[in-house]
């Protein structure tokens, strides 16, 4: 009997990298799951079979939220889970973002996971309570020059979701976050003109001198959203190499052979 046997979930951003490998592995758990994307998750949907359904959701619409939940209860009768994963990363210097670049930043990585648990946090307690585990960021911890809409919305997402939990716990609904560090999908790799072991190179100051695969994170999000994870809420859970730890410094000794 898989971790997630009898249980829905909803997870945002479902189409391709952490949220397809979630999806696929809450699968396998038994879960049913909902595919939600501004892009056609229909693919996936399919190679999971019955136990998936795509819907198109842009999460900083509300009323798109409103939408996708009265579908997924109408299909699958319940929800019980959410996995607020969608979002996106622009890199620039603070004073060359435009206007429009900041707010959408904020708005998908960080608004829209607001508007999920508003959304989704009813069907979850009507259904007997849950989880929502919210994908941060290690910029949510750390931080990182070039990347300044995306610090300010992870580490919201870190402060959302610890207000979250408290609000939340006493009803049934457990919420925790997740702080990946460089994982490779399409935010690390936008053109898909590198290989992975190119972008692994930029990790050598780190413990685990290489990127994530999307399966890793959604490994820790499981542990989250199932029964083994049911005395933490508020809680972050940290996917990063080692990357928020510290670095090594090469003149010292301890410091490990670059990898190849």
């Known amino acids: 009997m898989g971790r997630l046997e009898g249980k829905v979930a909803l997870i945002t951003g479902a189409a391709s990298g952490i949220g397809a490998a979630t999806a696929r592995l809450?699968?396998?758990?038994?879960?049913?799951?909902?595919?939600?994307?501004?892009?056609d998750a229909g693919p996936l949907a399919a190679e999971i079979g019955d136990g998936a359904l795509a819907l198109a959701?842009?999460?900083?619409?509300?009323?798109?939220?409103?939408?996708v939940v009265e579908k997924a209860v109408a299909h699958f009768g319940a929800l019980h889970i959410l996995v607020n994963n969608a979002g996106i990363m622009?890199?620039?210097?603070?004073?060359?973002?435009?206007?429009?670049?900041?707010?959408?930043?904020?708005?998908?990585?960080?608004?829209?996971?607001?508007?999920?648990?508003?959304?989704?946090?009813p069907a979850i307690e009507a259904a007997g309570g849950g989880a929502i585990v919210n994908v941060s960021s290690v910029d949510g911890l750390i931080v990182h020059n070039a990347m300044a809409p995306y610090a300010a919305s992870k580490w919201g997402v870190r402060g959302f979701t610890k207000v979250a939990a408290l609000e939340l716990t006493h009803r049934g609904i457990r919420v925790n976050s997740v702080h990946p560090g460089g994982v490779f999908t399409a935010l690390s790799n936008?053109?898909?003109?590198?290989?992975?072991?190119?972008?692994?190179?930029?990790?050598v100051h780190n413990p685990i001198q290489r990127l994530?695969?999307?399966?890793?994170?959604?490994?820790?999000?499981?542990?989250?959203?199932?029964?083994?994870?049911?005395?933490?809420?508020?809680?972050?859970?940290?996917?990063?190499?080692?990357?928020?730890?510290?670095?090594?410094?090469?003149?010292?000794?301890?410091?490990?052979p670059a990898p190849g």
């Open 26 to 39: 809450f699968a396998r758990e038994g879960a049913r799951v909902v595919l939600a994307d501004v892009a």
């Open 57 to 67: 959701l842009d999460v900083r619409r509300r009323d798109q939220w409103t939408t």
């Open 90 to 121: 622009i890199y620039n210097l603070i004073g060359d973002y435009t206007e429009e670049e900041i707010r959408r930043v904020i708005d998908i990585n960080l608004i829209g996971p607001i508007f999920g648990v508003q959304a989704v946090a």
């Open 190 to 203: 936008p053109d898909g003109s590198l290989r992975k072991s190119d972008l692994d190179k930029n990790l």
């Open 212 to 256: 994530a695969f999307p399966e890793e994170v959604a490994a820790a999000i499981l542990f989250l959203a199932g029964p083994e994870s049911s005395y933490s809420t508020g809680s972050e859970v940290t996917i990063d190499g080692g990357m928020s730890a510290g670095h090594y410094f090469d003149f010292l000794p301890g410091t490990p």
